[in-house]
């Protein structure tokens, strides 16, 4: 019987497509959404992952995120140190200024200031040029994504004196950067230089960068700095979620995407259901007939769902896979999308919406056919 019920289903061209393109619609809209979505939030944290070897970030008690907070003075940063449980400190500036380009053209960028004696902060992936020639006067590193959106390549970028806030910039280095969430051209020099090209302002330290001791209690260090120095500080797992928190608070980024998804679970099931409705009433008399041949309705219930089965099957497949390959399209050409990934928890979460769809609009078409008498194939 399970066979004559997937003959059915598969007879009717036209309806049996248009079952799948719902499901798949659906998948493809949601697993899309939910993984631009989610990679969005995680750049939020981007930056303080890109600091792994760090326990402790400390800021000014208004600082909210990476890119929101305000300069500390340079002697928080001695006051830090001298906290009990610290095992070492070290500064980074992290601010905005304007650089010019050899052609003249004016471009916002993020300038990250290392600290001297480590370059801690620095990226690990460093894709041309030498990390210490970072050490070099007036040598800045540059990010991937902001050297081809200046420069239009990689390679075109090494060497282009810059003007940056008119101090003479040199570009000695390209490193692969984790993308923020801002998405700007990040270049990364020394303290001792990034204090000449950030703007001169009074207080210019953005962050204290903590190792806690070997023994120590992150958090208990953190509390620490805290109650001695009047300074916020927030373990890394803490700021991490504190970018990502500052975006789901701060923008409509959430409200969009989650009426994105949810139009089309909506039009997932308008289009699945009516088309599974007009299946069952162009099947009503075979339907008739099988129970006038002496089939119970739960031999019925069984075929239903045999065939509700097959459409989400092929339907979820094929929409995962085409949302994946747009997905890794993106992040293989381009820089918008870099470092995008799909997590597992989101095919589940899609599996789960399917399985939802396909319960009601089944339902619905089950309701149909049960109500159907054998002697309507006689009439």
């Given at each position: 019987m399970m066979w004559i019920a997937i003959r059915m289903l598969t007879g009717d061209r036209v309806k049996f497509i248009g079952l799948v393109f719902g499901v798949a619609f659906s998948t493809l809209l949601i697993t899309q959404q939910l993984t631009i979505f989610v990679n969005l939030l995680l750049r939020g944290a981007a930056a303080v992952h890109e600091v792994s070897s760090v326990d402790i970030w400390v800021m000014d008690p208004a600082g909210r995120t990476t890119d929101v907070t305000l300069p500390m003075p340079s002697t928080?940063?001695?006051?830090?140190?001298?906290?009990?449980?610290?095992?070492?400190?070290?500064?980074?500036?992290?601010?905005?200024?304007?650089?010019?380009?050899?052609?003249?053209?004016?471009?916002?960028?993020?300038?990250?200031?290392?600290?001297?004696?480590?370059?801690?902060?620095?990226?690990?992936?460093?894709?041309?040029?030498?990390?210490?020639?970072?050490?070099?006067?007036?040598?800045?590193?540059?990010?991937?994504?902001?050297?081809?959106?200046?420069?239009?390549?990689?390679?075109?970028?090494?060497?282009?004196?810059?003007?940056?806030?008119?101090?003479r910039a040199i570009i000695r280095g390209l490193v692969d950067a984790e993308?923020?969430?801002?998405?700007?051209?990040?270049?990364?020099?020394?303290?001792?230089?990034a204090l000449n090209f950030v703007p001169g302002t009074r207080n210019r330290l953005s962050f204290v960068l903590v190792r806690a001791g070997d023994g120590e209690d992150v958090a208990v260090v953190a509390r620490r700095i805290e109650t001695e120095t009047g300074l916020r500080a927030r373990t890394s797992a803490q700021f991490a979620q504190d970018g990502i928190d500052y975006i789901i608070d701060n923008t409509g980024i959430p409200i969009n995407f989650g009426i994105t998804v949810a139009l089309g679970v909506i039009v997932g099931i308008v289009i699945v259901g009516l088309t599974f409705s007009l299946f069952i009433r162009d099947n009503i008399k075979q339907f008739g007939a099988l129970k006038a041949i002496g089939v119970t309705n739960a031999t019925i219930r069984q075929m239903v769902v045999a065939q509700s089965a097959l459409v989400a099957l092929i339907g979820y497949g094929l929409g995962l896979i085409l949302a994946i390959t747009l997905i890794e399209l993106g992040a293989t050409y381009s820089d918008a999308f870099k470092g995008f990934y799909t997590p597992y928890q989101i095919p589940l979460i899609a599996a789960g919406t399917v399985v939802v769809m396909i319960l009601i609009t089944g339902f619905l078409a089950l309701r149909q056919v049960l109500k159907t008498e054998p002697a309507e194939v006689f009439r």
């Open positions: 928080d940063l001695q006051r830090v140190r001298g906290v009990p449980g610290v095992d070492w400190a070290v500064p980074m500036i992290r601010s905005g200024a304007n650089v010019r380009t050899p052609e003249g053209a004016l471009e916002p960028v993020t300038v990250v200031g290392l600290d001297d004696a480590t370059l801690l902060g620095l990226p690990t992936a460093v894709m041309l040029g030498q990390r210490e020639s970072l050490r070099e006067p007036d040598a800045v590193f540059i990010d991937g994504v902001g050297a081809r959106k200046l420069f239009g390549s990689d390679a075109a970028a090494m060497n282009v004196r810059l003007e940056l806030n008119d101090q993308p923020t969430f801002t998405s700007g051209v990040l270049l990364y020099t020394r303290y001792s230089n």
